[in-house]
C-alpha cells in the first residue's frame, strides 16, 4: 500500500511540474517561430495601445496590441524583437550596412545608425521612428528623447506635432519600417 501511494504521489508531483514547462514549449510540437508572430514583423498587435506605437511581441505593425516579432529570414541568431536595436545592429552587418544606406540619409548629420538606435526597446521602433521624423519634419532627438522616456511613437507624435493625425503617421512609419526589414533581410 506505502509503495502505490509513493508511486502515484511522485506521478502526481511529476505531471504538476511537468504540464507548466510543456506549454510553454508549445506543447512539444518542435522549434521555430511562434504561431501568430512568425518570422516576419508579425502577427496581431505591434503597436502600443491604439496608437500604432512601439513594436514587439505577437503583433501587425500598426496594430492596437502587443509586441511583435521584427525577425525576418535570415536575420542571424540575434531575436530583433528581444535584442536593443544596438546588439542586432552590430552582430548583423548585412543588415547593419543595408539600413545605413537606406535611413543614413533621414538621420541628423553626423549620427551613426547604432547611435540613432541606441535606447529604443527595438529595431522596428527605431526604424519607425526615423520614417516619421523624416515624413514629418520632427527633429529625430526629440522623437527619440520622447519614445526613449516611454511615449508611445503615437503620443510622441501627438506631443511633438499636435496637427498630424497621429494614428495614421504610426501606422505608416510602422509599415515602412517593415518594409524596410523586410529588403534589408533579402
Not at 31 to 59: E, H, I, N, Q, Y
Not at 88 to 115: A, C, F, I, K
Amino acid at each position: 500500500m506505502k509503495r502505490v501511494f509513493l508511486l502515484v504521489t511522485s506521478l502526481a508531483v511529476a505531471l504538476f511540474f511537468g504540464m507548466p514547462a510543456f506549454a510553454q514549449h508549445g506543447g512539444g510540437h518542435g522549434g521555430g517561430p511562434p504561431s501568430g508572430g512568425g518570422a516576419g514583423m508579425g502577427g496581431p498587435g505591434m503597436g502600443g495601445p491604439g496608437t500604432g506605437g512601439s513594436m514587439g511581441r505577437g503583433g501587425t505593425m500598426g496594430g492596437t496590441r502587443g509586441n511583435g516579432s521584427m525577425g525576418g529570414p535570415n536575420m542571424g541568431s540575434q531575436s530583433v524583437s528581444h535584442s536593443s536595436p544596438t546588439s542586432v545592429l552590430s552582430s548583423n552587418t548585412h543588415l547593419s550596412s543595408t539600413l545605413q544606406s537606406r535611413l543614413g540619409s533621414m538621420l541628423p548629420s553626423g549620427m551613426s545608425l547604432t547611435d540613432a538606435a541606441s535606447g529604443f526597446k527595438n529595431l522596428g521602433q527605431f526604424i519607425a521612428a526615423v520614417h516619421v521624423s523624416h515624413n514629418l519634419g520632427i527633429p529625430f532627438s526629440d522623437l527619440k528623447d520622447k519614445m526613449t522616456s516611454g511615449d508611445s511613437l503615437g503620443k510622441a507624435i501627438k506631443a511633438l506635432k499636435p496637427d498630424a493625425k497621429s494614428k495614421a503617421e504610426a501606422k505608416k512609419a510602422n509599415k515602412q519600417a517593415k518594409e524596410d526589414l523586410k529588403n534589408s533581410s533579402s
